[in-house]
């Protein structure tokens, strides 16, 4: 015989599992690691003095857990950074740090950032907007001050000439400010030529002084980039003595071996900011107010008196920033092992919790299912015990032998007992009750699981009970659905399958049809 099981407690038991499993997971995100942050790093230029800045910044970076840097390179392009930055944000950055190519180029972009509630850091160069979270930068209007003052210093009669970067750039303006103010403090005046951070602009300047006039110079060029191709100008007209460089950056392997050559006089030392504006990237990320908005790095005049010193100085960073480097792999390698090693503990746990809760369903629901069940039986077996007709006198065989069914099954003879029809009343009961569940039995099970032919068993139920096996059958079921709900514990769409019906909708037309109510009416009344 097929036995089908129903049992609408399944999506219930995968939706309790579910839940533990949602809980369990936001338990390890709350106390566990943090979602990987992503900062975006949108640089208008390229450089030895930016690329120290993007190792400073992802040096900074690797000190905090879960943080990771891109960084996009518009090469002195304000259309391209544009274009990156609305890349970066497709990404997913949690935060951008930008250093625009000039005020107004990306201004409008930064807005739009800014808009999206993405935030934003400055560094270097400012733009003209006030939607940002934090601006890092060296004093470029010191650097332009110290310069001037320089040159004051030095000065023996010389022409001033200062060759600026992108005039349209806050930095370079602050320095050309800067420079001449503090040139007109001493009664001195300068000549200034716009560059745009062109080393070929800044050679074809030198060569037209040089051509001109057999004056001395002393030329403030606003990057030790172009002092370079200057003095690869001067040298080419045999005019290095006629004139007297001073750069700005000053960084180790470019600013002070020149100085250490005796190419360059001096240089102002520039700082990037990097780690200032990654640790203010740190602190907006992780909801910690700011000590400022706006901070301004002093920068420091490096020549002959010093330069030894800050090489060294710069060596030595240069080599804790190699070990530190070093040390940030292997760092990395760490985390993404122990990343691992958590996910699998999380697995675990979340297998060992959901053993334990399974383990708890099936108990309670096996106990819950048995109580159920034998107080199914025993309302059964009240059920059919009153339906049996009980003052129907005992059969006796007619005259010329023995009565039989149509069928040709022998009736009950006189020395069948009470007991007879009360065991057998029991075994359909156990039969019944066993397969009330199951949507598929038919009369033809029931006879067999009685070790019956289908008309005796037909008949013999008819005579006991007053029903046919299927219409028993299905009064059975609705009055064990009827106490079921008396009871409590399920659903109307749950005792449908326990009861053996296969479609809630067919179960509430045959419940409403024997007991008068649907199931629901049935429930509140």
Known sequence: MKTVTHSSAVPQVLAKFLLVISLILALFSCGGSHKSRLVGVSQCANGIWRQTMNGEIRREATLHD?????????????E??????????????DLLIVSPWSVDDISKTIDKVKAMGIPVVLVDRKAN?????????????????LAGEYVHNIYKGEKIVEMQGNITAAPVQDRHNGFVQELEKYGLSCQSFNCNWERETCRAMVETLLLNTKDKYIIFCHNDGMVFDAVLEARKHHAEDRITFIGVDGICGEGIDMIDRGEMTATVRYPTGGKMAMQAAIKIMNGE??????????????DKGNATAMRAQDETILSINADNDRLGEKLSG????????EMGLIACVVVVVLCV???????????KNKRLRL???????????????????????????????????????????EGASVNFVLRLQEVLSANLHNPDITADDLAVELAMGRSQFYHRVKEETGYGPKELLRIARLKQAALLLETGGHTIQEVC??????????FAKCFKEYHGLSPSEYVKR
């Open 66 to 78: 879960n943080v990771e840097i891109t960084v996009k390179v518009a090469d002195d392009d304000p």
């Open 80 to 93: 391209l950074q544009c274009r990156q930055i609305e890349e970066l944000v497709d990404m997913g950055i």
């Open 129 to 145: 907007t006030s939607r940002y979270d934090a601006f890092v930068a060296g004093d470029n209007l010191e650097v332009g001050r």
């Open 289 to 302: 107010k700011l000590e400022w908005r706006d901070t301004l790095i002093r920068p420091i005049v490096v």
């Open 334 to 341: 760490v985390r993404h092992l122990l990343s691992i090693t």
């Open 357 to 367: 809760f399974l383990g708890i369903y099936l108990h309670r629901t096996n106990k």
């Open 375 to 417: 107080e199914a039986e025993k309302r059964l077996l009240q059920y059919l015990s009153e339906k049996m007709d009980t003052s129907r006198p005992p059969l006796t065989p007619p005259q010329g032998g023995e009565q039989s069914h149509p069928d040709g099954t022998p009736l009950p003879t006189v020395g069948e007992s």
């Open 497 to 506: 399958y326990l009861v053996g019906f296969s479609t809630p909708s067919y």
